[in-house]
């Protein structure tokens, strides 16, 4: 059975229900989801003008997937005062834009809760959000806030690395 390189004792894939995410260096309160980092390039495809039979295929644009990110309602207000950096209340756009790009770090656990990989997702700024899920006095549910952030890019922070006692 093959095993991971850097913890040689680790056998299986780590969980997806242990993570944490920073926005200005501070970790959002009640987060409950967090959609995939995805990336895909478009195919460019070449073809030689003295082989007709067959094209080439090259990698063009790469484009980074919006990330959705769902917390619970709470007192905390940082998806609210993000997503009002771009909507300005006053109508003045221009002055709602400083600062509404940032930087957000994802921290995935192991099991033992020791920090085991960590993203960081580059000039994000908030495109959708929800304040309140729709209200149903007959429901029992969990009232629940979103936002979608675009994104410009993530990358993998290589200095953190899977402690060996798990």
């Avoid at 967090?34 to 039979?53: H, I, K, N, Q, Y």
């Avoid at 959705?68 to 003045?92: I, K």
């Avoid at 400083?98 to 656990?109: A, L, N, Q, S």
């Avoid at 495109?127 to 806030?145: G, K, R």
Wanted: glycine residues 6%; proline residues 5%.
């Amino acid at each position: 059975m093959a095993r991971f390189t850097v913890n040689t004792h680790r056998f299986d894939p780590y969980r997806t229900f242990k993570f944490r995410i920073k926005i200005d260096n501070q970790y959002v309160a009640g987060l409950s989801k967090c959609s995939a980092l995805r990336r895909t390039t478009e195919v460019t495809r070449w073809r030689e003008g003295g082989d007709p039979s067959a094209s080439r295929l090259l990698p063009g644009n790469s484009q980074f997937q919006p990330v959705t990110m769902e917390a619970g309602v709470t007192h905390d207000p940082t998806f609210e005062n993000w997503a009002n950096l771009v909507h300005n209340f006053q109508g003045d756009a221009a002055g709602s834009l400083k600062g509404f790009r940032k930087d957000i770090i994802i921290d995935v656990y192991n099991e033992a809760g020791q920090k085991a990989l960590s993203y960081t997702l580059f000039r994000c700024w908030v495109s959708e959000y929800q304040a309140l899920p729709e209200l149903d006095a007959s429901s029992n549910a969990v009232a629940i806030q979103h936002i979608i952030v675009q994104n410009e890019g993530w990358q993998r922070d290589p200095s953190v690395t899977e402690p060996t006692e798990v």
